[in-house]
């Protein structure tokens, strides 16, 4: 679980400054499930550089609320999360001053989104939010506003866990337990599973994963793998202490994923993928695949450019099909295999995707 975060302050020197707005997302991974958003009393003036960017004025906070009578609101919708900011280092600094200044000691794990982006998006011009989002046409509501600017957090974070072939940011997530506790747990894991299609992933006490597996209703595959009795089986249900997934919304990004995923991860109880020797040619085209995505709105798009699959990204906005520089920086990149090639034919001779656009 994640808390996405952004605060605006009312600046001055280091460690002294007052916040004076603070919006909270609490993201399970896939979709928004609760959020706090509020002004803040900071019981200090704003500076008024602050004033010019952020638009929140002295007056405007007379009648707000003080940190102090929203913290316990923060500390729930936090609990058990990692932290997400732009600039993570910033809001959890501010956070832990504030906190400290009531005696009390917050410090929650974190990810910073400006060093996931610069890890995962390499090479883009700029890394600051506003910049970074319209390189990747991301919508800024209200750019120096808590919301809008944690709003836009919410949409890069989710391109970023899309990005992730190694699941680093899963992983820093996934809590550590005792396998040995965790029998009478089973049930309540197949509970937190959808019945979409998608991969999953079984974690051990140390938040490695042991095996990756993919299906058209991620529950009932699970379920599947708890009742089986072969030796494999019996050693995840005894090791595992949580299962993460994602939905892919189709079963061809859910094959490419899986086939993606299991070379970059190497889980120990995954056989490895037969070999494919006969290569499939796209005819030199440039093209994408649109096909459904994992919500109504959404649609994945592959893309092939001079006859070389490059990857897949998820996207709402007909802005970002239809400009190509765009979509090159959503999409997760994939390797031009024989597999991946041998994937998208099989696909597209068995099923008609939503729309093919060569360009």
Known sequence: MYAIVDIETTGGKFNEEGITEIAIYKFDGHQIVDQFISLVNPEKDIQPFVVNLTGINNGMLVNAPKFHEVAKRIVEITRDCVLVAHNASFDSRILATEFRRLGYVYEP???????????????????????????????????????????????????????????????QAVKNDNPKKLAPKLLTILDELPNSTGLFYVHNGTRKILYIGKGKNIRKTVNQLF?????????????????????????????????????????????????????????????????????????????????????????????????????????????????????????????????????
């Open 227 to 359: 009742l089986r009795t072969s030796k494999k089986a019996k050693y995840l249900q005894k090791n595992v202490t949580s299962i993460t997934y994602e939905e892919t919304g189709n079963d061809l990004i859910a094959h490419l994923k899986f086939s993606e995923e299991i070379k970059v991860n190497k889980p120990i109880y995954n056989y490895p993928s037969k070999k494919i020797t006969k290569r499939v040619e796209f005819n030199n085209e440039n093209l994408l695949l649109i096909d459904r995505g994992r919500a109504i709105g959404e649609k994945a798009v592959l893309l092939i450019e001079n006859n070389e699959f490059k990857g897949f990204c998820y996207t709402e906005l007909s802005y970002q099909i239809n400009n190509i520089d765009v979509l090159k920086n959503l999409i997760a990149p994939m390797e031009d295999s024989l597999a991946n090639r041998s994937i998208i034919k099989k696909y597209l001779d068995n099923n008609q995707p939503e729309k093919l656009i060569r360009f």
């Open 109 to 171: 794990k974190t990810l910073c989104t400006v060093e996931l982006s610069q890890q995962l998006i390499p090479d883009l011009p700029s890394y600051k939010l506003g910049r970074l989002c319209k390189s990747l046409g991301i919508p800024i509501s209200s750019r120096h506003r808590a919301d809008g600017d944690a709003l836009a957090t919410v949409q890069l974070f989710k391109l970023l866990l899309n990005k992730d072939a190694e699941k680093i940011i899963i992983k």
